[in-house]
T-cell receptor, first 111, second 114 residues
Framework: SQQGEEDPQALSIQEGENATMNCSYKTSINNLQWYRQNSGRGLVHLILIRSNEREKHSGRLRVTLDTSKKSSSLLITASRAADTASYFCAPSGNRDDKIIFGKGTRLHILP | ETGVTQTPRHLVMGMTNKKSLKCEQHLGHNAMYWYKQSAKKPLELMFVYNFKEQTENNSVPSRFSPECPNSSHLFLHLHTLQPEDSALYLC?????????????FGSGTRLTVV
């Protein structure tokens, strides 16, 4: 199992703007997942991108994956107050990997 | 509701008490997990169960004792805890072959040890 490293650690943007956060990892992966955690709550699985995919969309979320650079990005378009949360990436090398979480990116949407 | 239910949501216990946290899922998942989230620290994976068998224990102190009587239920028995054990305890479940499908988390139990 490996842990992703999210960047930046914290991000504050105005409501309506786009938010971009990045994830780097160290060894080759089978897929990479993104999760959201609202304060004091459990994590919610947002999206999974497989190693043979370069981009994936889900509503206002857009995830990219660059396996040559061992990095992924999560873009949230037209941000809303409800997007205020911590976001975690979870790279996985094989089906038996356990998900190990990093420190995440704390996103704060300003009114 | 995510399909993974944790009870209680909040728990305050003294260092000499014995209490249990409960996690229940009816998603048909066969893998279940306990994570600990302390303030300003990343989530720590504590225990992993696959088909009711413990397959991972990440050097967790023996004052934490997990139990998985069936694939739908997971408990964390607590005794003689320390104040530093105060944290959010999260349960998750998945299909085996975890990383392919992602995890479903409960809302957590906020534990305070006094």
């Amino acid at each position: 199992s490996q842990q992703g490293e999210e960047d930046p650690q914290a991000l504050s943007i105005q409501e309506g703007e786009n938010a971009t956060m990045n994830c780097s990892y160290k060894t080759s992966i089978n897929n990479l997942q993104w999760y959201r955690q609202n304060s004091g709550r459990g994590l919610v699985h947002l999206i999974l991108i497989r190693s043979n995919e370069r981009e994936k969309h889900s509503g206002r979320l857009r995830v990219t994956l660059d396996t040559s650079k061992k990095s992924s990005s999560l873009l949230i378009t037209a941000s809303r107050a409800a997007d205020t949360a911590s976001y975690f990436c979870a790279p996985s090398g094989n089906r038996d990997d356990k998900i190990i979480f990093g420190k995440g990116t704390r996103l704060h949407i300003l009114p | 509701e995510t399909g993974v239910t944790q009870t209680p949501r909040h728990l305050v216990m003294g260092m000499t008490n014995k209490k249990s946290l409960k996690c229940e899922q009816h998603l048909g998942h066969n893998a279940m997990y306990w994570y600990k989230q302390s303030a300003k620290k990343p989530l720590e994976l504590m225990f992993v169960y696959n088909f009711k068998e413990q397959t991972e224990n990440n050097s967790v102190p023996s004052r934490f004792s997990p139990e998985c009587p069936n694939s739908s239920h997971l408990f964390l028995h607590l005794h003689t805890l320390q104040p530093e054990d105060s944290a959010l305890y999260l349960c998750a479940s998945s299909q085996p072959g975890t990383a392919i499908y992602g995890y479903t988390f409960g809302s957590g139990t906020r534990l305070t040890v006094v």
